[in-house]
C-alpha cells in the first residue's frame, strides 16, 4: 500500500501546477484522501481533502485557486494550483484515509512520505 505525490516544482507566481497523489495496492476511490503542506519554520497546514462521495474542502488560504478531483481509471487524485504565490511554496503532501465517507476536513490524516517540493518565485 503506498502512495506518491508527484508534481511539484519551481513556477512563477501566477502560474499553475497539477500535483498527483497515485496510489498503489488500494483502490483509492473509497478512501478520503488530504493534500498538505509545509513550508520552511512553519507549521504543517492542511489544505484541501475529497471523500467517497466527491465532497471537496479548501482551506480559506487556497479556496478559489486550488482544486481537487479524481480520476478513477488511474487511481490517482489531483490538485489542481492555479494563480501561485510566493507563500503557496512548500513541500506538498497526500495521504489516504480508510474513513471514505466521512466529512474530510475531520479526518485526522497520517501524512507520510518525502511529498512534492513547490516553490513560487519571480
Known amino acids: 500500500v503506498q502512495l506518491q505525490a508527484s508534481g511539484g516544482g519551481l513556477v512563477q507566481p501566477g502560474e499553475s501546477l497539477r500535483l498527483s497523489c497515485a496510489a498503489s495496492g488500494f483502490d483509492l476511490d473509497y478512501y478520503a484522501i488530504g493534500w498538505a503542506r509545509q513550508a520552511p519554520g512553519k507549521e504543517r497546514e492542511e489544505i484541501s481533502c475529497?471523500?467517497?462521495?466527491?465532497?471537496?474542502h479548501y482551506a480559506d488560504s487556497v479556496k478559489g485557486r486550488f482544486t481537487i478531483s479524481r480520476d478513477t481509471a488511474k487511481n490517482t487524485v489531483y490538485l489542481q494550483l492555479n494563480s501561485l504565490k510566493p507563500e503557496d511554496t512548500g513541500v506538498y503532501y497526500c495521504?489516504?484515509?480508510?474513513?471514505?465517507?466521512?466529512?474530510?476536513?475531520?479526518?485526522?490524516?497520517?501524512?507520510r512520505g518525502q511529498g512534492t517540493q513547490v516553490t513560487v518565485s519571480s
Open positions: 475529497i471523500n467517497s462521495a466527491g465532497s471537496t
Open positions: 495521504a489516504a484515509d480508510p474513513r471514505g465517507g466521512s466529512y474530510c476536513p475531520m479526518v485526522a490524516y497520517d501524512y
